[in-house]
């Protein structure tokens, strides 16, 4: 019972904490104009708009990993994950690119609430069955793990707008 | 027993995550030159040499806040916690930095190795007993779950170097 307890206490802080970084861009969403998101967070490097639509694309994609169905926006893919800032890509409108991170979230947060503890430890969709048995780690909750790192590297970067 | 299977690769992961920054910081020493380490990651913003400094500091505090002992270099607390970039503070060397990174974190990871699951859900030493029994999600592996997203934050700009 105790070990229970202690499991759902970490699953939620692991969470929590991916939430958490979610929510801080949701703050600078508020806070920034759209001069400063249009700005390079230092000379020559990622633009705040490029930041923005490479943190909305890694979320649709925990929508595909998590299991709760296909991406919402595959068309960011190509200018905001497999290519980099400056590579002449069209970007979606801010107001656009914000409207996404608000539906993406939401779709991932509603679908969040519904899993059990035994869910968060089944295997994520880009790992097969045959890898997941030699390496349990490879679940659900390993992929909050990462995204919340990536997420808090890239709001160092924001932070320089 | 699958669910003390669970709890057990859920603290692993939380712990590797944070020694996974660490080591992002390692790299970082090996790559980086004294002139990049020296330079600021964007005009006017933090310099490589204080990110490194604030980073040892950080986990010199780990150091205490799990119990295990005092910190080692508490004469970082001044030019790299209270006190930000620029401020006019004496920093140490960059390679008594880079030594004392080392050191803190050979420090921590000796104890780290000691702790049982049980002991990763037991308070951390800047919380009362009172308020834990209240809040039991600050427990010691809070600690490194909100280090791990700090170290990332601060590689996203040691990036820019």
């Not at 045959?130 to 659900?140: A, G, I, Q």
């Not at 890239?154 to 707008?161: F, P, S």
Request: glycine share 6%; no cysteine.
């Amino acid at each position: 019972m105790q070990n229970i307890s202690q499991l759902e206490l970490l699953v939620k802080s692991t969470i929590n904490a991916w939430q958490g970084q979610n929510k801080k861009v949701d703050d600078l969403i508020v806070k920034l104009s759209d001069e400063q998101w249009n700005a390079d967070t230092a000379p020559g490097r990622n633009s705040g708009i490029y930041l923005l639509g490479h943190s909305v694309a890694v979320n649709d994609g925990i929508i595909k990993l998590l299991g709760f169905g296909e991406k919402l926006h595959p068309e960011l893919e190509a200018p905001f994950l497999t290519n980099g800032d400056k590579t002449g890509h069209v970007f979606p409108s801010l107001d656009d690119l914000k409207k996404y991170w608000k539906e993406i979230n939401t779709k991932l947060d509603e679908n969040i609430k519904t899993l059990s503890t035994d869910d968060w430890f089944s295997r994520h969709t880009a790992v097969s069955e045959e890898d997941f048995s030699k390496e349990p780690h490879r679940n659900k909750l390993s992929i909050l793990i990462s995204r919340t790192s990536h997420q808090a590297y890239h709001l160092g970067q924001l932070a320089y707008l």
